[in-house]
């Protein structure tokens, strides 16, 4: 079955700054890969995903790349601000069990002021 | 994307008895899946829930200690049997319309005393 890790456990950036938040998955044939933001106490919230047969996607700060050869994707969060604060998960699909999602280990996220 | 109801929100348990969560959707979902949160830690998936079948169970969760139904396209129930302290912990049920759009419930924090 499909496993992803991801990385880094902890990320503490300025407020302004960029972050990056990098996955890697196993199974080449994943084809859907979501990201989600859950704060303290609540619900994980989609903030933006990707399908196999795109290489980038944007909305606003927030940016997703996929390399397929690779099998990695990546978060990218622009000017950066405290709320972003967060903890953030990826996942994969898991096509081949029951189209799943497989979560990483989450990163904590803080933006300093 | 579904939006889903579920309940209790939290609950303190004694050890030895059982907890029935609840997750309504506000539409017709294709997928609903049961997920496990351990304070500070990742989701890990219990078992996807299927329509008018018995429920696909992950590796290290057992029907007899975690039974699931799912008697609609809406609705879904998944009991935590028999607990002791080490059950305690966050469940959040899932659900998407597929492919893509995978959304959370509210979650239930279940402590175990």
């Known amino acids: 079955g499909e496993n992803v890790e991801q990385h880094p456990s902890t990320l503490s950036v300025q407020e302004g700054d960029s972050a990056v938040i990098k996955c890697t998955y196993s199974d080449s044939a994943s084809n859907y890969f979501p990201w989600y933001k859950q704060e303290l106490g609540k619900r994980p919230q989609l903030i933006i995903d990707i399908r196999s047969n795109v290489g980038e996607k944007k909305d606003q700060r927030i940016a997703v790349t996929l390399n397929k050869t690779a099998k990695h994707f990546s978060l990218h969060i622009t000017e950066t601000q405290p709320e972003d604060s967060a903890v953030y998960f990826c996942a994969a699909r898991d096509m081949e069990y029951g189209n799943k999602l497989v979560f990483g280990a989450g990163t904590i996220l803080r933006v300093k002021s | 994307s579904a939006v889903i109801s579920q309940k209790p929100s939290r609950d303190i348990c004694q050890r030895g008895t059982s907890l029935t969560i609840q997750c309504q959707v506000d539409s017709q979902v294709t997928m609903m899946f049961w997920y496990r949160q351990q304070p500070g830690q990742s989701l890990t998936l219990i078992a996807t829930a299927n329509q008018g079948s018995e429920a696909t169970y992950e590796s290290g969760f057992v029907i007899d200690k975690f039974p699931i139904s799912r008697p609609n396209l809406t609705f879904s129930t998944l009991t935590v049997s028999n607990m002791s302290p080490e059950d305690s912990s966050i469940y959040l049920c899932?659900?998407?319309?597929?492919?893509?759009?995978?959304?959370f419930g509210s979650g239930t924090r279940l402590t175990v005393v």
């Open positions: 899932s659900a998407t319309t597929g492919p893509v759009g995978y959304t």
